[in-house]
């Protein structure tokens, strides 16, 4: 970034994802209309602009004459510039997808030796965002940042603004090196499945990630996030409900909580992966609770850490602007536990402090020096606490 630029993600970015629901079945009216529900149901007003293509958009035959990426006509036939124009006048985003190798994780064409071009390509038609994934590259760090480095520089070159996500999924650190590449924002996680345990993918041989995995993932790297520098946990799985590309048998409405409470407090960008023309109330819920987006949205831009771990419970502390604290309680065990919350845990004194419930929108308690509350199996209290 120039210092004549905006930062691009001041807070964590939000928007949808193709992959999740999609997969290669991804087609121009989905995104459309998907772009279209962003708006009347009102995810556009709580922050969620981008809307982002993922894997599988171009021919599997390669480039053409020219040496371009090409839309592949029977998913995209008004093509992709037509497709961001339309996302534009509904006054939201577009991102696209690329792999740092010859070849996408799907087996499409990637961009290594064609850098330039494609940037210049996606610029040409107005795309905002970059998924820039790791499939068939070599596997050391060393490689990983040259070949980041060299999209990040392609990107800059165009002179249009791309928000860079980096997909090597955690392995060679991304944290340490993503914000020098260019990076905005980072995966440190594997795929995250709709599943609460790690799942085995048989045919592609790896192991898919648990919500609760994600818990200990997201504990070890608050301190490398901020402000245009966002540790990504991966698409969000809310709403999936078994369906989709990654399905794991979904999640319960109290673990979909959890799951939304984790990325929010470790601010991690929120991109849906579900079929949004398809919500249903609960999901809606998850997805619109402005109290909890708040949180995860904060201008301090600071990523929550765990502070307490007792038990099958944690507590999880976030500072926020307004000098008040975001806590999560979390009970990753199978049945329900008690656990006394006290001020010290979460670095206060004793005086009187006011606990509001985020998810309930509700102000429940008041303590000094502790306070004892019941956490069902899996579930997450997401606090803010005002001293
Ligand atoms: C990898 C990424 C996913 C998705 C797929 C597409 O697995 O981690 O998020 O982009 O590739 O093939």
Same mark, same amino acid.
């Given at each position: 970034?120039?210092?004549?630029?905006?930062?691009?993600?001041?807070?964590?970015?939000?928007?949808?994802?193709?992959?999740?629901?999609?997969?290669?079945?991804?087609?121009?009216?989905?995104?459309?209309?998907?772009?279209?529900?962003?708006?009347?149901?009102?995810?556009?007003?709580?922050?969620?602009?981008?809307?982002?293509?993922?894997?599988?958009?171009?021919?599997?035959?390669?480039?053409?004459?020219?040496?371009?990426?090409?839309?592949?006509?029977?998913?995209?036939?008004?093509?992709?510039?037509?497709?961001?124009?339309?996302?534009?006048?509904?006054?939201?985003?577009?991102?696209?997808?690329?792999?740092?190798?010859?070849?996408?994780?799907?087996?499409?064409?990637?961009?290594?030796?064609?850098?330039?071009?494609?940037?210049?390509?996606?610029?040409?038609?107005?795309?905002?965002?970059?998924?820039?994934?790791?499939?068939?590259?070599?596997?050391?760090?060393?490689?990983?940042?040259?070949?980041?480095?060299?999209m990040?520089?392609?990107l800059?070159k165009?002179?249009?603004?791309?928000?860079?996500?980096?997909?090597?999924?955690?392995?060679?650190?991304?944290?340490?090196?993503?914000?020098?590449?260019?990076?905005?924002?980072?995966r440190?996680?594997?795929?995250?499945?709709?599943?609460?345990? *790690? &799942?085995?993918?048989?045919?592609?041989?790896?192991?898919?990630?648990?919500?609760?995995?994600?818990i =200990? !993932? @997201?504990?070890?790297?608050?301190?490398?996030?901020?402000?245009?520098?966002?540790?990504?946990?991966?698409?969000?799985?809310?709403?999936?409900?078994?369906?989709?590309?990654?399905?794991?048998?979904?999640?319960?409405?109290?673990?979909?909580?959890?799951?939304?409470?984790?990325?929010?407090?470790?601010?991690?960008?929120?991109?849906?992966g579900?079929?949004?023309?398809?919500?249903?109330?609960?999901?809606?819920?998850?997805?619109?609770?402005r109290?909890?987006?708040?949180?995860?949205?904060?201008?301090?831009?600071?990523?929550?850490?765990?502070?307490?771990q007792?038990?099958?419970?944690?507590?999880?502390?976030?500072?926020?602007?307004?000098?008040?604290?975001?806590?999560?309680?979390?009970?990753?065990?199978?049945?329900g536990?008690?656990?006394?919350?006290?001020?010290? *845990? &979460?670095?206060?004194?004793?005086?009187?402090?006011?606990?509001?419930?985020?998810?309930?929108?509700? =102000? !429940? @308690?008041?303590?000094?020096?502790?306070?004892?509350?019941?956490i069902?199996?899996?579930?997450?209290?997401?606090?803010?606490?005002?001293?």
């Open positions: 970034m120039t210092t004549s630029e905006q930062p691009l993600a001041p807070t964590p970015p939000m928007g949808w994802n193709s992959w999740n629901m999609f997969g290669s079945t991804i087609h121009e009216d989905s995104v459309r209309a998907t772009a279209d529900v962003l708006v009347s149901s009102g995810l556009k007003d709580c922050g969620y602009n981008y809307v982002v293509i993922d894997d599988c958009w171009s021919t599997k035959v390669g480039r053409d004459g020219n040496g371009d990426l090409v839309a592949d006509p029977e998913k995209f036939p008004s093509g992709i510039k037509a497709l961001a124009d339309y996302v534009h006048s509904l006054g939201l985003k577009i991102g696209i997808y690329s792999d740092a190798a010859h070849l996408t994780c799907a087996s499409y064409p990637g961009s290594f030796g064609f850098e330039e071009q494609d940037a210049q390509l996606w610029a040409s038609w107005g795309i905002d965002f970059l998924k820039y994934d790791f499939c068939f590259a070599p596997t050391d760090q060393a490689t990983a940042i040259d070949r980041y480095s060299r990040g520089e392609a800059r165009t002179k249009r603004q791309f928000l860079y996500s980096l997909c090597e999924w955690g392995g060679r650190s991304p944290q340490l090196w993503g914000r020098s590449v260019g990076g905005h924002m980072w440190v996680t594997g795929d995250i499945f709709d599943s609460w345990v *790690d &799942i085995w993918v048989a045919p592609h041989k790896y192991y898919g990630v648990g919500v609760d995995t994600a =200990d !993932i @997201a504990a070890n790297l608050a301190e490398y996030a901020g402000p245009d520098a966002w540790n990504d946990l991966d698409m969000l799985v809310v709403g999936l409900k078994g369906k989709g590309q990654i399905s794991g048998g979904g999640l319960s409405f109290i673990e979909y909580q959890t799951h939304m409470s984790l990325w929010t407090i470790a601010c991690s960008p929120l991109m849906i579900c079929d949004i023309r398809n919500m249903d109330r609960d999901t809606t819920s998850l997805l619109t609770n109290e909890v987006l708040a949180v995860n949205q904060d201008s301090l831009g600071i990523a929550g850490r765990r502070v307490k007792t038990g099958t419970c944690e507590v999880w502390k976030k500072p926020l602007a307004d000098g008040s604290l975001a806590v999560a309680l979390i009970n990753r065990g199978a049945i536990s008690d656990l006394t919350l006290r001020a010290s *845990d &979460i670095g206060l004194l004793d005086t009187p402090k006011s606990v509001r419930n985020l998810w309930a929108q509700e =102000d !429940i @308690a008041e303590f000094g020096e502790a306070w004892q509350t019941r069902q199996p899996h579930e997450t209290l997401l606090l803010k606490i005002k001293a």
